[in-house]
């Protein structure tokens, strides 16, 4: 559309700037252009048009009254020549040349498409109920079920096969962070708790030479300590099982790397998921307790003055009852798992041990600190720890040890070089008789049960010759000696629940009498339809 717009005559355009007079004629050009579309000429409408820039695209030509004229008169603004159409708005008939349009222009002629002529439709659904009965349309999707299981497991044996159990890169579904936390917590763990790693350690602290040192089976637990560590030590422990599950709780979860101790990572995640939540409940944390006052007992009574009280005998076998009762408990619970002995039961042992070095670090963190504390007595606390719990619990230290870390070659190596120096040690405690002894070992607490003696006369269950012979047995190979720990408890209360617990852990049903009805029958004349507890 052409707009035409006059110039008032003696107008002084020198006091103005060129922007103010584009401003002055885009402000009429607009007002021109709404009009003749018959829109009103508001400030909105202007700004809308402003935004297309429609000068920047037209002609502008001057318009002079005559040829004399020194200033022009009008301004025509005409759009470009491609949008003016056939013929000029000025009335001129001449046509335009559409040849040369496209050529300036780079406008071609539209291309007539035709849509493709598509098919109508030639499969049809198939109506269920006309092509199968009842019957057979009920059963469907059951089998559909059924396919969908079998496919399932397909994938899975095939995700196995691209991922064999026997891989060489341990925690694999790990990221990059985990994985190598998880490698220096397992190389801390090795070092204090799991066999043949702990046994070998540094001369001193830092040093690169080792030296080869057993767990003892027997002796006394105790610590002599002087000065500041005695008075330090003369405290009691006073951790309450709360603050033992939190921070068991968050080691367990964060810092335990299962997935390294086990192939069972990449196969089953959710059944180490599950003994994640099993290793911090409440009778773990309390049996952690029993356990760190046992030892505290053990190894720091006799650093308390004359004076202070101590705890009696009676209490400490008290505890140990206690301890062997929530110990079967547990074990009960683990033994018929997937998991089970194989792993279950070395890292409940683990995280026992781990909670005890954690009571006495809390207490005592500058004896016992990892980074405060001093480095002998850490590690000698760190023996006791692992001396009690294998007299206690596994004398053969098979819950010591993960198979996965024993499929290398220096692990083999230690072991032949410990008994080489067990055998040494003692003749009892050769290779073969520690072979006989593990093919008749009884447990510390079917031994604590039967063998506690009454009178100086010896056990109300080892009247009988043949377990006599079976506990004579049980001994060889270096077992820890009965009252390595505590002295078998005499009273009737505490022996009672030793032999429940041994029932419990066999699953025998408690038919046989009682410790008490057996020492009468001890004591007085046999009678009719009797019979000693082997």
Not at 197 to 203: G, S, V, W
Not at 339 to 358: D, F, Q
Not at 374 to 379: P, T
Not at 435 to 450: D, I, K, W, Y
Request: one cysteine or more.
């Amino acid at each position: 559309m052409e707009v035409v717009i006059q110039l008032k005559e003696g107008a002084n355009l020198a006091a103005h700037s060129q922007d103010d007079i584009l401003r002055a004629v885009q402000d009429e050009y607009f007002n021109r252009y709404l009009f003749q579309l018959g829109v009103a000429p508001t400030a909105a409408n202007k700004a809308q048009m402003m935004k297309f820039k429609p000068l920047d695209d037209c002609e502008v030509h001057g318009v002079w009254a005559d040829d004399t004229s020194g200033f022009a008169s009008a301004l025509r603004i005409a759009p470009p020549l491609r949008h003016r159409g056939v013929g000029a708005d000025d009335g001129d008939s001449r046509a335009l040349d559409k040849g040369i349009i496209s050529h300036l222009y780079g406008e071609a002629d539209d291309i007539p498409v035709q849509p493709p002529n598509v098919p109508g439709r030639t499969i049809f659904p198939v109506d269920m109920e006309k092509m199968f009965p009842d019957e057979e349309r009920i059963k469907a999707p059951e089998l559909l079920a059924e396919v969908r299981r079998l496919t399932a497991e397909a994938l899975e044996r095939q995700k196995r096969r691209a991922n064999p159990a026997g891989s060489n890169v341990p925690g694999a579904n790990l990221d990059s962070d985990q994985r190598l936390r998880f490698r220096q917590e397992l190389e801390m763990l090795k070092s204090k708790y799991i066999l043949p790693f702990a046994c070998e350690r540094p001369l001193q602290e830092g040093s690169k030479r080792t030296q080869l040192v057993p767990w003892e089976p027997e002796g006394p637990l105790d610590m002599q300590l002087q000065g500041d560590a005695a008075e330090q030590v003369a405290e009691p422990l006073a951790v309450e099982i709360e603050q033992i599950q939190v921070q068991i709780k968050a080691w367990v979860q964060n810092q335990l790397p299962l997935e390294l101790l086990s192939f069972r990572g990449r196969q089953e995640p959710q059944q180490l998921l599950y003994l994640r939540e099993t290793l911090w409940e409440h009778e773990v944390c309390q049996l952690i307790g029993l356990l760190a006052h046992l030892l505290y007992w053990l190894a720091f009574g006799c650093c308390r003055q004359a004076e202070l009280p101590r705890l009696s005998q009676h209490a400490l076998q008290g505890l140990v009852a206690a301890s062997h009762e929530i110990w079967v408990r547990l074990e009960r619970k683990h033994k018929n798992t997937k998991l089970g002995i194989s792993l279950a039961m070395p890292c409940l042992l683990l995280t026992l041990k781990y909670g005890i070095e954690v009571c006495f670090e809390s207490q005592y963190p500058s004896l016992f600190g990892e980074k405060t504390g001093e480095w002998c007595m850490r590690q000698a606390l760190i023996e006791r720890i692992n001396s009690l719990l294998m007299r206690l619990f596994d004398p053969d230290c098979t819950l010591a040890r993960f198979g996965r870390l024993d499929a290398t070659d220096n692990p083999f190596n230690l072991y032949k070089k410990l008994d080489l120096l067990a055998s040494a040690s003692s003749p009892n405690r050769t290779r073969l008789k520690q072979l006989q002894g593990r093919a008749n070992r009884a447990t510390p607490l079917v031994r604590a049960a039967l063998q506690a003696g009454q009178e100086g006369r010896g056990g109300i269950g080892t009247e009988h010759p043949k377990t006599r012979n079976l506990l004579g047995n049980s001994e060889l190979g270096g077992c820890a000696p009965l009252g390595s720990v505590v002295t078998p408890p005499t009273d009737d209360r505490y022996r009672d629940k030793l032999l429940k617990a041994a029932h419990t852990r066999v699953g025998v049903p408690e038919k046989l009498p009682v410790l008490r009805e057996a020492a009468a029958f001890r004591r007085g004349p046999p009678s009719c339809g009797s019979q000693s507890a082997r």
